[in-house]
């Protein structure tokens, strides 16, 4: 039943994407970065850790998972550091994703050549 609700909700989570993109001017960039702030809003309100228990992977993989761990990253550290916890804490959780993200488009920019 966990790849089930782990598809439905990737899915959902892509046709929302997809009824934006078709139906408005936003550009994928606009898109992006809404689904990243819906993520953090959601789970500001601990909304997002209930459909990471329901959908599992399916609420971990798409973007609005990048908002979830910048919230959430950021709210543990609050709790130790104060206000500057804020700071501290927002790249805690997503620093690994970032660096692997870095690394693999410098590799896939010397072995693929940009079109015209």
């Keep these: 039943m966990i ?3 782990a598809f439905l909700c990737a899915g ?3 046709v929302i994407g997809q009824i934006i ?3 408005t001017k936003f ?3 606009h898109i992006t970065t809404i689904f990243v702030v819906i993520g953090a809003f959601l789970d500001s309100f601990d909304i997002y850790d209930k459909i990471v228990l329901w959908a599992g992977g399916g ?3 798409p973007i609005t998972s990048f908002g979830h761990l910048l919230i959430h990253g950021a709210m543990d550290t ?3 550091f104060g206000v500057m916890g804020l ?3 927002m790249f805690d959780l997503t620093s690994s994703g970032i660096v692997a993200a870095i690394i693999f488009s410098f590799f896939f920019s ?3 050549q940009p079109k015209d």
Excluded: H
């Design 27 to 29: 550009t994928p960039g």
């Design 59 to 61: 609420a971990l993989v």
């Design 3 to 5: 790849y089930l609700n």
């Design 21 to 23: 993109l078709d139906n």
């Design 12 to 14: 959902i989570i892509c």
């Design 87 to 89: 700071f501290l804490g």
């Design 110 to 112: 010397l072995i693929f």
């Design 78 to 80: 609050v709790n130790n």
